[in-house]
């Protein structure tokens, strides 16, 4: 261990997204996790008002989340991702209750909408990296008593979750087609963020 408690050849990873956690641990990432705590209302809103994309606004956030947790980790490599869901220009947030998450859902029934989705890797505050990219995903047509039929069945897990749907479960009865990586939807651009950890010694080439 390190004087600051981290795990001495471990990456950070600034999130409290247990999803993302667990893609990387599984993928054999050596991970410590310290979330870190941005008002990501607030630079949101700005940045929808400035017309920024959702791409952009990802992007932004991540860089935030990393930046904020790398400034006092020294050399440590800190991850900072985020994803925002676009459906015809209106962002979507993870739902506060089923309530508002059964209002997603039929927002977004017949619909087509994108998840953008960014990863930044940063260092002692300087960003040495980042990628974005954008999956889409196109939601049947759902009505009133399948969507209270699947959310009295999946609880409070889709709370987590912007679009109230986990792909890797029943979230996948509500789709009609999905286009783009299995791992940016759910979350993180996997493959690339690899690829540069491999890249910065993290893990075996």
């Not at 408690?5 to 471990?10: F, L, M, N, S, V």
């Not at 599984?26 to 008002?49: C, I, M, N, S």
């Not at 020294?74 to 991702?81: E, R």
Request: aromatic share 4%; proline share 3%; hydrophobic share 45%.
């Amino acid at each position: 261990m390190s004087e600051n408690g981290t795990q001495i050849g471990a990456v950070i990873l600034a999130s409290a997204s247990a999803t993302r956690r667990d893609m990387l641990r599984a993928a054999g990432v050596p991970l410590q996790v310290e979330p870190a705590y941005v008002d990501e209302d607030e630079v949101k809103t700005a940045l929808h008002a400035d017309q920024a994309s959702a791409l952009q606004a990802a992007e932004t956030l991540a860089e935030l989340k990393a930046a904020r947790i790398s400034a006092k980790h020294g050399t440590t490599l800190v991850i900072g991702a985020d994803q925002i869901l676009d459906c015809d220009g209106r962002w979507f947030d993870k739902p506060a209750d089923r309530t508002m998450a059964a209002a997603h859902l039929r927002a977004l029934s017949g619909k087509r909408h994108a998840l953008a989705t960014s990863v930044c890797v940063m260092r002692g505050g300087t960003r040495l990296w980042h990628h974005n990219e954008a999956a889409h995903l196109t939601m049947r047509l759902l009505d009133d008593t399948f969507i209270a039929g699947y959310l009295a069945a999946t609880g409070d897990d889709v709370l987590s979750t912007v679009g109230a749907y986990r792909l890797e479960g029943q979230g996948a009865q509500l789709f009609a087609r999905i286009e783009g990586d299995f791992f940016t939807i759910l979350g993180l651009p996997l493959l690339p963020l690899l690829e540069n950890l491999r890249a910065h010694g993290v893990l075996p080439t």
